[in-house]
């Protein structure tokens, strides 16, 4: 193979030539081969734009005919910029607690890696901030005994000689996005009662539920907004709200937010329950009941079990509706 080292080398997006020379009487042909799959015949190979995934070990056969044919190996090694991706673009933070960000590196030469924070300045590493894992390609940083000066964005910002690549990490403690079970509840007539689960390190201290009809027109319906101003503390919350007055054999669209004193969460996914009529709940079993729903994240509609309930419990706090 030349070069005689057996290594070639091409930064992504350009040309690789690779060439095999070999003598013989009768002259060798010369085939091309990488993981036991034909590429091409001939003295040279040439790659264009090769990426990534082009680089490894190929292989050329030398064959006259005449036992055993030669071979040699080559190895490709393609040169490209840190490519950058966190953990997590959004972690939770609690003051006086210990948090972990981290990202993955790839990249060709091996990058360095330093963090930094939104306006530029590097993190220096010390008592409260420690790096827990440094390799080739994880990068780990530990904040210990948060405070609010530690809130905000981090960039893990990785350089090598083909370029610089970077993912920021926000540090923040507003609560997680709410995640809506699909448990739900049938009190009585158009009553359903829904429950979904919050994060925060902080008090959470209103939640605002949304929903509405779904049209079966292209044009959406308005969401209506229920706001709840309740307490709820613990790392893990649990809330449930009842709704009335829903249409029966109609899909609803529910959503939900959480707010504590660092601000809004994200809206939760977007959950659908299909309301059946009154007989469909009456004449089945409890462990009967389904209804259908699904969020944005998913594809297909699932079944859910409806458990029946004849009690409408109140919530406790207080409660305002809005058209929005």
């Not at 990202?103 to 990058?111: L, Y």
């Not at 959480?258 to 469909?280: I, R």
């Not at 297909?300 to 919530?315: F, G, K």
Request: include cysteine; charged fraction near 20%.
């Amino acid at each position: 193979p030349k070069p005689s080292s057996g290594v070639v080398t091409a930064r992504e997006g350009k040309n690789a030539k690779l060439v095999c020379a070999a003598e013989g009487d009768p002259m060798p042909n010369i085939t091309w081969h990488r993981n036991q799959q034909v590429l091409g015949i001939g003295k040279t190979m040439l790659l264009q734009h090769v990426n990534r995934v082009d680089a490894g070990q190929y292989t050329c056969t030398a064959d006259n005919g005449l036992d055993p044919a030669a071979k040699a190996a080559l190895t490709l090694e393609v040169l490209y910029p840190p490519d950058v991706q966190p953990d997590q673009t959004k972690v939770l933070a609690g003051l006086g607690r210990q948090v972990e960000i981290g990202c993955t590196i790839g990249a060709k030469p091996k990058a360095t890696v330093k963090w930094h924070r939104s306006r530029g300045r590097e993190v220096l590493l010390g008592d409260d901030v420690k790096m827990i894992l440094e390799n080739t390609t994880r990068n780990v940083l530990s904040l210990n005994m948060v405070n609010k000066q530690d809130f905000g964005v981090y960039i893990c910002r990785a350089k090598n000689s083909q370029g610089i690549g970077e993912a920021q990490v926000s540090v923040s403690g507003v609560p997680y996005r709410p995640i809506i079970e699909p448990h739900v509840e049938w009190l009585s007539v158009g009553s359903y009662k829904i429950y979904w689960r919050i994060t925060s390190f902080t008090p959470v201290s209103e939640h605002t539920i949304f929903y509405r009809k779904k049209q079966k027109s292209q044009r959406a319906a308005d969401w209506r907004k229920i706001r709840i101003r309740e307490t709820v503390t613990g790392d893990i919350g649990r809330m449930s709200f009842i709704l009335t007055d829903l249409q029966e054999n109609q899909t609803y669209q529910i959503k939900a937010d959480a707010t504590n004193s660092y601000g809004k969460s994200e809206t939760s996914d977007v959950f659908s329950l299909y309301t059946h009529g009154e007989e469909y709940y009456t004449t089945r079993p409890t462990d009967g009941y389904f209804s259908f729903f699904q969020t944005s994240s998913a594809n297909d509609i699932l079944t859910n079990n409806i458990i029946c309930a004849h009690n409408i419990v109140n919530i406790m706090g207080i409660i305002v509706i809005l058209a929005v």
